[in-house]
């Protein structure tokens, strides 16, 4: 129990582990592995430039974790988040729209509103809830009417 309480003293004062941390030691374990693969290969070269970049990522990460200026590592922090809510938003509607298997998604031909619509087999009409207009959707693939 000593250890635990002197090793919580130690991190007293210190940023700790975030998501820009975990994004570092993830890119830094991918490195790892490709330098890993590349080392007994006529690509040598390669290998090298692998390893500096995983051992550059794996200390860079060590040193936000242990930084003791808390305010610059938070910034850096919400930098990341900023620029990975760019590209995250999107992959997560798509993975939505092509893993449902009960619904699928249609975008309203005048507003261009997203609709998200039973996925069941045939010709069917539906309305668009933000401006009303009634248009024709064909579902080939889904459940028997």
């Given at each position: 129990?000593?250890l635990?309480n002197r090793f919580?003293?130690?991190?007293?004062?210190?940023?700790g582990y975030?998501?820009?941390?975990?994004?570092l030691?993830?890119?830094?374990?991918?490195?790892?592995a490709?330098?890993g693969?590349?080392r007994?290969?006529?690509?040598?070269?390669?290998?090298?430039?692998?390893?500096a970049?995983?051992?550059?990522?794996?200390?860079?990460?060590?040193?936000?974790?242990?930084?003791?200026?808390?305010?610059?590592?938070?910034?850096?922090?919400?930098?990341?988040l900023?620029?990975?809510?760019?590209f995250?938003?999107g992959?997560?509607?798509?993975r939505?729209?092509?893993l449902?298997?009960?619904?699928?998604?249609?975008?309203?031909?005048?507003?261009d509103a997203?609709?998200r619509?039973?996925?069941?087999?045939?010709?069917?009409?539906?309305k668009?809830?933000?401006?009303?207009?009634?248009?024709?959707?064909?579902?080939l693939?889904g459940?028997?009417?």
């Amino acid at each position: 129990m000593d250890l635990i309480n002197r090793f919580r003293r130690f991190m007293n004062g210190r940023y700790g582990y975030d998501q820009f941390g975990r994004f570092l030691f993830i890119v830094s374990l991918v490195f790892w592995a490709l330098s890993g693969v590349l080392r007994f290969t006529p690509l040598r070269r390669l290998y090298f430039i692998f390893w500096a970049l995983n051992t550059v990522l794996y200390a860079y990460a060590i040193f936000r974790i242990l930084s003791k200026n808390v305010w610059k590592r938070a910034a850096e922090n919400e930098r990341y988040l900023r620029v990975r809510e760019r590209f995250i938003p999107g992959w997560r509607k798509f993975r939505t729209e092509k893993l449902d298997k009960d619904y699928f998604f249609k975008r309203c031909p005048k507003c261009d509103a997203r609709l998200r619509l039973r996925r069941i087999r045939g010709k069917h009409t539906t309305k668009c809830p933000k401006c009303g207009t009634k248009f024709t959707v064909w579902v080939l693939f889904g459940s028997a009417p």
